[in-house]
């Protein structure tokens, strides 16, 4: 795929989090929450999976993969659809790491602001015991999906 529009970088690179789909041995699609460590405008996304979980094992077998994230608040939202690899901590660029490092100092960062403005949210910081991370998930970009509905098709429907 070629470049990818700003606008859907800068849309990805606000989310605290994504939604990771990828398919079983069984067929069926696994969902879960990940930390977006980079998006480029050419098509390359990293994912942080601190667990060799099911993630792990579906994109030993399976390298097909999608990654979506919505904005309640604007009703927009986007799934990114492509092939992945997994590559070992030892084989991550040093910019990676350090793009993981200010990510989490990011989110315990918005976590201890929101504490301090005596917000709801969890009271402990879970991102501060998260594990190192022993490899990244790299998608390469095969299609976006536009997720937000077309004015036309919901105007229609709530005039009906």
């Given amino acids: 795929m070629g470049k990818i529009p700003e606008e859907i970088v800068r849309f990805f690179?606000?989310?605290?989090?994504?939604i990771v789909s990828t398919i079983g041995s069984n067929g069926i699609p696994h969902s879960s929450c990940k930390g977006l460590v980079k998006i480029t405008g050419y098509g390359k996304l990293y994912i942080m999976?601190?667990?060799?979980?099911?993630?792990?094992?579906?994109?030993?077998?399976?390298?097909?993969?999608?990654?979506?994230?919505?904005?309640?608040?604007?009703?927009?939202?986007?799934?990114?659809?492509?092939?992945?690899?997994?590559?070992?901590?030892?084989?991550?660029?040093p910019s990676i790491l350090r793009a993981w490092r200010k990510m989490l100092v990011r989110r315990i960062s918005?976590?201890?602001?929101?504490?301090i403005h005596g917000e709801k949210g969890h009271?402990?910081?879970?991102?501060a015991a998260l594990p190192r991370p022993e490899y990244l998930i790299v998608m390469?970009?095969?299609?976006?999906?536009?997720?937000?509905?077309?004015?036309?098709?919901?105007?229609?429907?709530?005039?009906?």
Wanted: charged share 35%.
């Fill in 123 to 127: 009271p402990a910081h879970p991102e």
């Fill in 140 to 160: 390469e970009l095969r299609k976006i999906v536009d997720l937000a509905p077309h004015p036309e098709t919901y105007r229609k429907k709530i005039n009906e």
């Fill in 110 to 115: 918005q976590r201890l602001i929101k504490s």
């Fill in 13 to 18: 690179k606000k989310r605290n989090f994504v």
């Fill in 49 to 93: 999976d601190l667990y060799k979980g099911n993630t792990h094992r579906n994109l030993k077998k399976n390298s097909r993969m999608s990654i979506t994230a919505v904005d309640e608040d604007s009703f927009t939202g986007y799934c990114l659809k492509g092939s992945a690899k997994i590559v070992k901590r030892d084989k991550l660029s």
